[in-house]
């Protein structure tokens, strides 16, 4: 029985040393208060506060605050101070602040110094490291889109018009083409007959209208 008490005594110890010594997983926020219940984050809640000019001596504070962590060893940065109060979230999900009030964001320098958690906090070590330490929105060229876009658009408009008057001007010449074969077909100068037949009448009947008035001359001086 007392060998018995004395394993599970041990597996208690080593349960709660690994506990203790365990490190933020990287790309995940934190709430103060999470990370002080890890044990081993104390000394570095404190560089991070004091990187960011915020109180470090303020409990209330620094359990609300959200921190940032990086890299293998558990290296934290601080993001910023939730008003409302900070809420846990789902396991290796990001912790968030209560509502949307924001006091200080973290700045984005581009190479800082970090503070190992890996160890305990009297022997802590600090190595510099390159890295982006806070959410810093990446800015998107918008006018080089927005410019490139209505250029495209633009273009496009232009190559549809220009096509749209090419097929117009092309079916305008075809069809005057066809209204001027018609032309010529249907609508010959006509040639008017009835002059003729009057001037073939008259040609005709001259002669023998000459022979009936000289007839009729005799007749009278008869």
């Keep these: ?27 995940v926020t934190y709430c103060g208060y999470y990370l002080l219940g890890m044990d081993n984050y104390q000394k570095s809640i404190e560089n991070a506060l004091s990187r960011a000019s915020q109180p470090a001596n303020n409990q209330t504070r620094v359990a609300n605050s959200l921190f940032n962590c990086y890299g293998t060893e558990g290296a934290i940065w601080f ?26 964001a973290a700045a984005c320098p581009s190479s800082v110094l970090v503070t190992s958690s890996s160890t305990a906090p009297s ?13 810093c929105p990446r800015k998107t060229p918008v006018g080089g889109i927005v410019g490139g876009v209505v250029g495209g658009v633009a273009g496009t408009a232009a190559a549809g018009l220009g096509l749209f008057f090419w097929y117009r001007r092309r079916k305008n010449g075809e069809l005057q083409a066809s209204r001027q074969e018609h032309r010529s077909m ?3 100068p006509a040639v008017a007959p009835e002059n003729d037949f009057c001037d073939m009448q008259a040609s005709d009947r ?11 001359v005799r007749h009278e001086l008869h």
Excluded: W
Excluded at 13 to 25: E, I
Excluded at 97 to 103: D, F, H, L
Excluded at 123 to 135: E, G, K, L, W
Excluded at 207 to 212: A, I, K, T
């Design 79 to 104: 993001n910023r101070y939730c008003q409302n109060g900070c809420l846990t979230g789902a396991a290796d999900k990001n912790d968030y602040c209560r509502g949307a009030t924001v006091s200080v």
């Design 1 to 27: 029985m007392a060998k018995v008490a004395f394993i599970l005594l041990l597996l208690l110890s080593s349960a709660s040393q690994l506990g203790s010594a365990r490190n933020c997983t990287d790309g």
């Design 123 to 135: 022997v802590a070590s600090t190595t510099a490291a390159n890295i982006q330490p806070c959410d």
């Design 206 to 216: 001259g002669p023998g209208l000459m022979h009936e008035v000289a007839a009729n």
């Design 186 to 188: 249907y609508h010959r």
